[in-house]
């Protein structure tokens, strides 16, 4: 027989706040969890922004999406999505209501950091042959010294032609590195500030030290690896200067811990969400309200350029869409809202001193719902309002949802912001969502498997939702 509850028992359940691992009182999500994230892991395998694209786009067609018509009048059910520059996505399943009703928006982003190609990169030093870079986004440069690297992008070729470079990823590929110095001679390095251990010219990638045979020439190395290059893909040095090319880690996404409830891999910030967005919305049918699904490049450097969320092709995307139904896009945005899909940091004991813990999020507790990013006094951010954190919190408890809230870390011990605020400019309801990540920006990011699945279903749970915005 179950022992009685105490009056203080009975009273702290029905006043306060309790946030547990959620394991504990549902066991059989990780199995869930685990299923959904084995087509998370490929996702993963797509490690740039355009990669995704080339991911997601045959899905969309297969799921009877259909590439974007300015001027038609989409109805009830209807799906459609418009490709902007192979980088940036936004993917439509049309509601029942009217559009003048508003949309349901969830945008993720799609880059993560990682050392871009300098434009002229290619360079012999000492017989080795070396890609010079210029990293994206906040890294820890120390984190990109010693590790297997693959090489990923695009490069246009005089006559047009695009070649797709994938290096690095198949078994049987090579990889590259960049090189740090061996301990016995570090005396000094090891007492420079972790800014300065490797600094950001000397992240040049290693690709070979073997040179052309020809007496006649100086810099046979690189000459070799130009050669290599040109034989495989017609590429002349020239090229680079018409191209996108970048490292990443070479991992592979992988399951960690003995229990396999987490996931290790380059890139899930922001691919987490990226990923259950994206399911979301291919799963999402008939909903009450039109559904609007964005990945979005450049978060990682402010979210500016074309591809970015600071752009206006969200917005010139919309107006394309809205005027059709003889509507103007401010009137149907001021009665919408959106979900920013982005990481938060979870609480890491090793580090416990930067996170307060009653307002941080944790591994395995669901998705994180962050009312506000920015810094030192709330700069830089999107504050969601106390009726819109009320809209989010009743979607998410009517599904049965766990979630968590979390600030990221102490006040003024640093902080960092979400395409939150550059997308409540336009004026509709906005708050963050996302997974806690250990180890965020590092090459190899944790996530929990539980985690990312019931961000998939918070998302669905509102973009299948029938609650109106006051
Ligand atoms: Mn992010
Ligand atoms: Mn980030």
Redesign the pocket.
């Known amino acids: 027989m179950a022992e009685k509850k105490s009056d203080g028992q009975k009273l702290e359940e029905k006043l306060l706040m309790r946030s547990a691992n959620i394991g504990e009182a549902d066991g059989s999500l990780l199995g869930e969890a685990k299923d959904f994230c084995e087509e998370y892991k490929k996702f993963l395998c797509n490690k740039t922004e355009r990669e995704i694209l080339d991911y997601a786009l045959p899905i969309l067609k297969k799921k009877g999406y259909k590439e974007f018509q300015i001027g038609k009048k989409y109805s009830p059910g209807s799906k459609f999505y418009m490709n902007n520059r192979d980088k940036a996505l936004i993917m439509v399943t049309v509601g029942k209501r009217p559009i003048a009703d508003g949309l349901r928006v969830g945008v993720s982003?799609t880059d993560?950091?990682r050392l871009d190609f300098k434009p002229n990169p290619l360079f012999e030093d000492t017989d080795m042959a070396y890609f010079k870079t210029h990293y994206y986004?906040?890294i820890k440069k120390y984190q990109w010294a010693a590790i297997p690297l693959s090489l990923h992008g695009v490069i246009m070729l005089a006559e047009g032609k695009t070649i797709k470079v994938n290096i690095g990823e198949e078994e049987g590929d090579p990889v590259f590195c960049v090189t740090d110095l061996l301990p016995h001679l570090a005396m000094n390095q090891m007492k420079k500030p972790a800014t300065e251990i490797i600094e950001g010219e000397q992240l040049n990638i290693l690709v070979g030290c073997w040179p052309f045979k020809d007496e006649k020439i100086s810099g046979k190395v690189k000459l070799n690896i130009m050669n290599i290059l040109f034989e495989k893909y017609g590429v002349t040095e020239k090229d680079f200067l018409t191209a996108e090319l970048c490292a990443v880690p070479a991992f592979r996404p992988i399951d960690v811990g003995l229990d396999r409830s987490m996931i290790g891999a380059y890139g899930q910030?922001?691919s987490a969400c990226a990923f259950a967005n994206f399911m979301a919305e291919i799963e999402c049918k008939g909903p009450e309200f039109t559904t609007i699904t964005i990945f979005a490049d450049k978060?990682?450097t402010g979210s500016d350029g074309n591809t970015g969320m600071r752009s206006f092709f969200f917005r010139d995307f919309l107006e394309d869409f809205v005027s059709a139904y003889g509507l103007q896009v401010r009137h149907v945005l001021r009665r919408s809202v959106c979900l920013s899909c982005?990481?938060n940091a979870a609480i890491d004991p090793a580090f416990g001193d930067v996170f307060e813990r009653s307002n941080c999020s944790f591994l395995n507790r669901g998705p994180v719902v962050s009312k506000y990013t920015g810094s030192r006094g709330k700069y830089s951010t999107n504050d969601a309002s106390a009726e819109t954190m009320s809209f989010l919190r009743k979607i998410l408890d009517d599904a049965k949802v766990p979630w968590q809230v979390g600030e990221l870390g102490k006040v003024d011990i640093g902080g960092?912001g979400t395409i939150a605020a550059d997308i409540s400019v336009h004026n509709l309801d906005t708050v963050d969502m996302g997974v806690p990540v250990l180890s965020?920006?590092s090459p190899f990011e944790i996530t929990s498997k539980t985690d990312v699945y019931l961000l998939y279903k918070a998302i669905s749970a509102f973009y299948s939702s029938k609650i109106e915005k006051k």
């Open positions: 982003h993560s950091p986004g906040g910030d922001d978060e990682e982005d990481v960092g965020m920006h």
